[in-house]
């Protein structure tokens, strides 16, 4: 058996988990491959890819090109990125692995406050020898939006609720009770944008989710206030959001995930103005890695010993 694990960018996957248990050949890639032609060539003898999220995608075309395929293990239980019915027409069973569901959170809140106390602004400025030059936005007596008010929206929301602010969420099926059960109040999409400080997005990329937040919505917004999104990409309009960036008709945003990954060098948003940008970072922990790569190797043994784990089936 020879196993890929794939966009190993930290060099984290093999001190992450007992690989060795597996009696295998594994070979880690570390740098992303964006060509298919590449992608399949590199990959072509392994009977075992481990994906990394949503890192690398799978379609039809690239499963079909990949004979040897027979195990798909994705970190997560959900992966956009994979045509999980292609695969298993292929004959290629698609697993799984438990989360972490505090990371994101966790990254919400520090681009949160990096972006309204202009913390990576500061910090340039005190190496350059510098010293306070800009006023920071409290957070207290404000509005928090938060765009989904899932499992990570509403860990969100209890922090938010700890820095004495006022929550506020929308989502297309959130109910008044579900949100007053997390303290919560549900409003409209409309009276969400125009009333809240800081908007933050959890909300799941489908094709009725991308473009949700777009020029419209931006345009809703006042202008002071920032907005964060550390769900997917393409749930904000990227080309709507430079547009009210540079008019400053709001006072910022934070990034952690773009329409394309890595984000492209010479990306308009890597020069936006009143930004902070992470590389989809949101769950990447020490603690989470551990899980992902441990039930990957527990997901490779368990199909090596034919009973599949975690088995992954077309939404």
Request: charged share 20%.
């Amino acid at each position: 058996m020879r196993i890929a694990v794939l966009d190993d960018y930290q060099h984290a996957a093999l001190p992450s988990a007992d690989w060795e248990s597996l009696g295998a050949e594994v070979s880690v890639f570390h740098s992303h491959i964006s060509d298919t032609s590449d992608l399949v060539l590199e990959l072509r003898p392994f009977d075992v890819i481990v994906a990394m999220r949503e890192r690398t995608p799978f379609t039809s075309e690239r499963i079909g090109l990949l004979p040897s395929l027979r195990l798909l293990v994705t970190t997560g239980m959900r992966n956009a990125s994979i045509d999980v019915a292609a695969a298993n027409a292929a004959g290629v069973t698609v697993c799984g692995t438990r989360g972490s569901a505090g990371a994101t959170p966790e990254l919400t809140w520090a681009l949160i406050l990096s972006l309204v106390r202009h913390v990576p602004a500061e910090d340039r400025a005190v190496r350059d020898g510098g010293w306070q030059h800009t006023l920071g936005f409290g957070l207290s007596g404000r509005t928090l939006g938060i765009v989904g008010l899932g499992n990570i929206g509403s860990r969100v929301a209890a922090v938010g609720q700890a820095f004495g602010m006022d929550v506020i969420a929308w989502s297309q099926n959130l109910s008044a009770a579900v949100a007053a059960d997390h303290g919560v109040t549900a409003v409209t999409k409309d009276e969400l944008f125009a009333t809240a400080d800081v908007i933050t997005v959890h909300y799941k990329l489908s094709d009725r989710s991308a473009g949700l937040v777009g020029e419209r919505e931006l345009g809703l917004m006042k202008p002071t206030a920032f907005l964060v999104n550390t769900s997917r990409g393409p749930i904000v309009d990227s080309g709507a959001l430079l547009a009210a960036l540079r008019s400053e008709a709001i006072a910022g945003a934070a990034l952690d995930v773009y329409d394309e990954e890595p984000l492209q060098v010479g990306h308009p948003l890597r020069s936006a103005p009143r930004t902070v940008l992470t590389p989809h970072i949101g769950y990447v922990t020490d603690d989470g890695y551990r899980r992902f790569y441990g039930d990957a190797v527990e997901d490779i043994a368990a199909f090596a010993a034919g009973r599949p784990v975690r088995v992954l089936t077309p939404e």
